[in-house]
């Protein structure tokens, strides 16, 4: 069994790492059946989701950057919703403390951040005094520019360093060290060749005495290895989540929930069965 500590309630998992399903508040992400909102987050919720990842200012490459009054008003409504339902950790997928504070007040309880919350300096302070944990994920640049910023002397190394100088920033700032999640951020200022070295040598960012998650879900990365687009990258997604898990990896964001439980469960399986 794993465990981690959010404000007020430890959750835990007999699977290998924490689901977090992906719900996407907005018309703009790579994979149009995250698009949704109270219909999906429910679905994922059945589906044996550990935790939502929700978002409504998408990531991808080229996509532009949205309004914090634009985040909250697809937000605030859904989280609203779920929390009539279901008790589920909720993460806020944003880069402003103005979102992810309202997120917070209506029931969210872990802010993922793409930009290790160097994009707006007020939000430290804010999960700080509000005891919530927080992902700190490694990218250069915005959505727009970032697929002109791949090279590196030692990607490996380089991601590394700087996921743990924002750990220790965050923690000289008061937010508790086991309250913190490191993310290499694939696909995000990264080339193939990139992309696989974090891959690869997860095991190592996983040493580094910080739980760390894995967005791996139907990538690029992965589309390059099989020749598949987006739409049939499943199964290209579980191997490469299988492998991250089998390394460390604690957290694993994904699409499909489902087939990522079902594959997390046979691993359980297979390493709890008596021979």
């Given at each position: 069994?794993?465990?981690?500590?959010?404000?007020?309630?430890?959750?835990?998992?007999?699977?290998?790492?924490?689901?977090?399903?992906?719900?996407?508040?907005?018309?703009?992400?790579?994979?149009?059946?995250?698009?949704?909102?109270?219909?999906?987050?429910?679905?994922?919720?059945?589906?044996?989701?550990?935790?939502?990842?929700?978002?409504?200012?998408?990531?991808?490459?080229?996509?532009?950057?949205?309004?914090?009054?634009?985040?909250?008003?697809?937000?605030?409504?859904?989280?609203?919703?779920?929390?009539?339902?279901?008790?589920?950790?909720?993460?806020?997928?944003?880069?402003?403390?103005?979102v992810m504070q309202a997120c917070y007040e209506?029931?969210?309880?872990?802010?993922?951040?793409?930009?290790?919350?160097?994009?707006?300096?007020?939000?430290?302070?804010?999960?700080?005094?509000?005891?919530?944990?927080?992902?700190?994920?490694?990218?250069?640049?915005?959505?727009?520019?970032?697929?002109?910023?791949?090279?590196?002397?030692?990607?490996?190394?380089?991601?590394?360093?700087?996921?743990?100088?924002?750990?220790?920033?965050?923690?000289?700032?008061?937010?508790?060290?086991?309250?913190?999640?490191?993310?290499?951020?694939?696909?995000?200022?990264?080339?193939?060749?990139?992309?696989?070295?974090?891959?690869?040598?997860?095991?190592?960012?996983?040493?580094?005495?910080?739980?760390?998650?894995?967005?791996?879900?139907?990538?690029?990365?992965?589309?390059?290895?099989?020749?598949?687009?987006?739409?049939d990258r499943l199964c290209g997604t579980l191997?490469?989540?299988?492998?991250?898990?089998?390394?460390?990896?604690?957290?694993?964001?994904?699409?499909?929930?489902?087939?990522?439980?079902?594959?997390?469960?046979?691993?359980?399986?297979?390493?709890?069965?008596?021979?």
């Amino acid at each position: 069994m794993i465990e981690f500590q959010l404000k007020n309630r430890t959750i835990s998992t007999d699977k290998d790492a924490f689901v977090a399903g992906i719900v996407n508040a907005d018309n703009d992400s790579f994979w149009k059946k995250s698009r949704g909102g109270f219909s999906l987050a429910k679905r994922l919720i059945e589906e044996g989701a550990d935790i939502l990842d929700i978002g409504a200012e998408s990531t991808r490459p080229g996509a532009l950057y949205k309004t914090a009054a634009q985040e909250i008003h697809a937000l605030i409504p859904l989280i609203k919703k779920i929390r009539k339902i279901s008790d589920i950790p909720i993460s806020i997928d944003t880069r402003k403390k103005e979102v992810m504070q309202a997120c917070y007040e209506a029931g969210a309880d872990i802010l993922n951040d793409v930009s290790a919350m160097e994009d707006d300096p007020a939000m430290t302070d804010f999960c700080a005094q509000s005891d919530i944990p927080v992902i700190l994920m490694h990218k250069r640049e915005n959505s727009v520019t970032m697929d002109e910023c791949t090279q590196y002397d030692d990607v490996f190394v380089q991601v590394r360093d700087y996921l743990l100088q924002r750990a220790e920033y965050a923690v000289s700032k008061g937010i508790k060290k086991e309250r913190i999640i490191l993310d290499p951020g694939i696909g995000f200022a990264k080339d193939f060749d990139g992309n696989m070295t974090l891959i690869k040598r997860i095991g190592e960012l996983c040493s580094c005495g910080y739980p760390v998650m894995m967005a791996l879900s139907r990538k690029r990365v992965i589309g390059t290895l099989t020749g598949r687009q987006v739409a049939d990258r499943l199964c290209g997604t579980l191997a490469a989540d299988l492998y991250c898990v089998m390394n460390g990896a604690r957290f694993v964001r994904v699409h499909d929930v489902k087939e990522t439980v079902d594959t997390l469960e046979v691993l359980k399986g297979i390493r709890d069965a008596r021979t």
